[in-house]
């Protein structure tokens, strides 16, 4: 192998001359995951496209696929041509064919079925019934849920109220009828939820029957009360607040406040109690008393070894006392 006699000399990280073009694009497209979820990706993306476009969705606008390709660069006019069938097929978007060469009639309304020309398409069959009543079609309610995102249900129950009458195209008349009565019930759920919000709620009957509500008993479960606790102080609570002339504003928050109150006191006399006992045989001295300890220099298991000879001790001794605690600390 012959090795050159001019050896390559390492360029310069400083002379590296960098593009100016910047990776961050100008323009991005957008289009609605759920509508993506429904027709797919690429028909959302196209249709989104599209819409800037049809500006006017009561005509016919002639598309130009050179142009919506030029938008659409990382497609091919062919495959535009072919998702712009699906949509149609989807009954989305109605196509004509158009006298410009290159070019595509759309309309994403329904009135659309009229052609420039003034000459009617052919509507799609109503679907028969047993009763002969008119009935959407399938591809007419698809086009309603995927465009207005009325559920299915509500254009079936429209469907049974429906009268045809002269002067547009049924399936117009259908659509428009769906579109008023829908927007009437978003229109009635909004104003019933707003009478809601502010209906003074009458509160419940407060004598000796009275009980907390289901949050309140969850609250003081949740901070370890007993609740046959909280049910024995319910008629100190109720007696509390009769005679004071009624219960008071938040009776709930104010039982659990009270409930917590007499469960320290509770809890507290447990612990520090006047009245002398016998140890147990499982007795454990509290959590200060190893705190305690640990400030004389005796860790935790020092302490811990020397609790069974202690027990045991005070156990064959058969004497009280008011602190085993205190005198936990004294044999350490």
């Given at each position: 192998?012959e090795?050159s006699?001019?050896p390559?000399r390492p360029t310069?990280?400083n002379?590296i001359?960098?593009?100016s ?5 100008d323009?991005q497209?957008?289009?609605?995951p ?7 990706l ?6 989104q496209?599209l819409?800037?476009q049809?500006?006017?969705r009561?005509?016919?606008t002639?598309i130009?696929l050179?142009?919506?390709?030029a938008t659409?660069s990382?497609?091919s ?7 712009i ?8 978007l ?5 006298q410009t ?9 329904a009135?659309?079925s009229v052609s420039?020309?003034?000459v009617?398409?052919?509507?799609a069959e109503?679907e ?7 009935q959407?079609?399938?591809?007419l309610?698809d086009l ?5 995102g009325?559920?299915r ?10 009268i045809?009458?002269?002067g547009?195209?049924?399936?117009t008349?259908f659509?428009q009828?769906?579109?008023?009565r829908?927007r ?9 939820g707003?009478?809601?919000a502010?209906e003074?709620?009458v509160?419940?009957p407060?004598?000796?029957?009275w009980?907390p509500?289901?949050?309140?008993l969850d609250?003081?479960a949740q901070?370890?009360?007993?609740i ?7 008629a100190?609570?109720i007696?509390?607040?009769?005679e004071?002339g009624g219960?008071?504003?938040e009776?709930?928050s104010?039982?659990v406040e009270h409930v ?5 006191k509770?809890?507290s006399q447990?612990?520090?109690?006047t009245?002398?006992t ?9 959590t200060?008393?190893?705190e ?7 860790t ?9 000879e202690?027990?045991?001790?005070w156990i ?11 005198k936990?600390l004294?044999h350490?």
């Open positions: 192998m090795v006699r001019y390559i310069s990280l002379s001359t960098m593009p073009v910047s990776l961050i694009p323009r497209l957008t289009f609605s759920e509508l993506a979820e429904t027709i797919g690429e028909e959302a993306v196209l249709l496209a819409g800037e049809l500006a006017d009561e005509a016919w002639a130009s050179a142009r919506l390709q659409l990382f497609w006019i062919e495959h535009i041509a072919d998702l069938g699906k949509l149609v097929t989807l009954g989305i109605q196509q004509r064919q158009s060469p290159g070019s595509v009639l759309l309309s994403a309304s009135e659309a420039a020309g003034g009617s398409s052919p509507a109503p028969p019934t047993e009763g002969g009543k008119w959407p079609s399938a591809a309610e309603i849920a995927l465009t207005h009325i559920p249900h509500f254009i079936a129950s429209i469907a049974t109220q429906f045809e009458t002269q547009t195209e049924i399936d008349q659509r009828l769906v579109l008023s829908w009437e019930a978003q229109q009635s759920e909004v104003k019933a707003q009478s809601q502010f003074v709620s509160p419940p407060f004598g000796k029957d009980v509500s289901q949050d309140a609250i003081l901070a370890g009360i007993d046959v606790f909280a049910e024995s102080v319910r100190e609570f007696l509390y607040w009769s004071r219960p008071p504003k009776v709930n104010r039982f917590r109150r007499r469960w320290l509770h809890t447990l612990h520090h109690s009245e002398p016998r140890i147990p045989r499982n007795w454990q001295p509290d200060s008393v190893y305690t300890l640990s400030l004389a220099g005796i935790e298991s020092e302490a811990k070894a020397l609790l069974p202690f027990v045991m001790y064959d001794s058969n004497e009280v006392h008011t602190s085993w605690n205190s936990f004294q350490v």
